[in-house]
């Protein structure tokens, strides 16, 4: 054991590549205090100073929760014909935009779900309108990659033409959002209408060929074994080498498993804590890893030690919500948990992050 340990410490020092057994061994085996010093040691490749993190305020604006995936863990989506749908218009996106200006807000992150109606040129037209109300104030994500994917096919267009289409409405940035676990047994199990995962590459990889920018995500806590865990993470790594463009940041979250089909029990923060670090170890080509207040609130900025350097305040998500996520408008008590970890907090600029 000691030998391996010594063999990552190594590879961390020379800024090596570290290998999945070497991951999962990190993950099952090693100490909070191993975690967290290898994980400040893979943070300093891309930051120099051990004690700053970054932040923003963003909210999460949910146009629709019409969607026809039928994840099993979401506890977001309706049907098209169930009560309780809502497709919000233009003014009613506008006051939820104008209500994160009230907290100080700057990014705006647009997520629904597979609505079988809206089209491309629907999402470009809202999109652009909201953009000229707003100007340079405000930063969007506009859309997920998994939304991208599902209206690309929708308006029957390759991801290519979709890319260009969004880009050419001015488009700058579309989230990794969506990703859940990259794993197709994984998708197989949960929801196998959404994607497979050469699928969801191959649309974000024409979404950075256009000229905009993405992210990297990943949500655990559902059932998924440490190997389809490790095959998200390694799958990412490999497309991030190839990228046209690179992704930024990564960021991971964990499943609330309340009011949806699948249930379960939450995923402990100590948990997330060792995941967190093991992705600051293996993704050694991502710059920023964010650490998720949305569904871990204070407990999040305890990630800052395990090699998160970025985080949100968010102000509302509605998809999280009402899986059981508690957000709190009461952000100098976040930020003060942060410092409390010794950190210094900096507001930064949506992008490029
Ligand atoms: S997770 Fe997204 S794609 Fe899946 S059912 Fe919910 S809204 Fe639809």
């Not at 305020?57 to 049907?79: E, G, Q």
Request: aromatic share 12%; net charge negative; glycine share 6%.
């Amino acid at each position: 054991m000691e030998s391996l340990l010594n063999t990552i410490r190594t590879k961390v020092a020379n800024r090596e590549r570290v290998t999945r057994t070497e991951a999962a061994w990190l993950f099952e085996e090693a100490s909070e205090e191993t975690l967290k010093e290898l994980a400040t040691m893979s943070r300093r490749r891309f930051h120099s100073a051990d004690d700053t993190a970054t932040y923003l305020i963003m909210a999460i604006v949910n146009y629709t929760n019409v969607c026809v995936a039928k994840c099993d863990y979401c506890s977001f989506y309706r049907l098209p014909h169930q009560a309780g749908t809502y497709l919000l218009d233009f003014d009613q996106v506008c006051a939820k935009i104008d209500a994160l200006r009230q907290f100080g807000g700057t990014l705006v992150s647009f997520n629904g779900g597979f609505h079988p109606k809206l089209h491309l040129r629907d999402y470009a037209e809202l999109f652009s309108r909201v953009r000229s109300r707003y100007g340079r104030d405000l930063e969007f994500f506009e859309m997920t990659v998994a939304e991208f994917m599902f209206s690309c096919k929708l308006s029957r267009v390759t991801y290519d033409e979709g890319a260009s289409l969004l880009k050419a409405s001015g488009t700058r940035w579309v989230t990794g959002g969506g990703a859940e676990i990259l794993d197709d047994g994984f998708r197989a199990r949960h929801s196998p209408g959404k994607y497979k995962v050469a699928d969801y590459f191959k649309a974000q990889e024409a979404i950075l060929r256009a000229g905009m920018g993405s992210t990297a995500t990943q949500v655990i806590g559902f059932d998924e074994t440490l190997d389809e865990r490790l095959n998200h993470l390694e799958a990412l790594r490999a497309f991030q080498d190839n990228a046209p463009r690179k992704l930024p940041s990564f960021l991971c979250w964990t499943y609330k498993p309340w009011n949806n089909e699948l249930g379960g029990t939450e995923l402990s923060p100590g948990e997330y804590l060792r995941w967190l670090a093991v992705c600051r170890v293996f993704l050694d080509n991502i710059p920023h890893i964010r650490t998720s207040v949305l569904t871990q609130n204070e407990k999040a900025l305890e990630g800052l030690r395990y090699g998160a350097d970025d985080f949100d305040l968010p102000t509302e998500d509605e998809v999280t919500q009402k899986a059981g996520a508690t957000i709190t408008h009461d952000f100098e008590r976040i930020l003060s948990a942060a410092r409390a970890e010794g950190f210094t907090v900096q507001y930064r600029d949506p992008f490029p992050l």
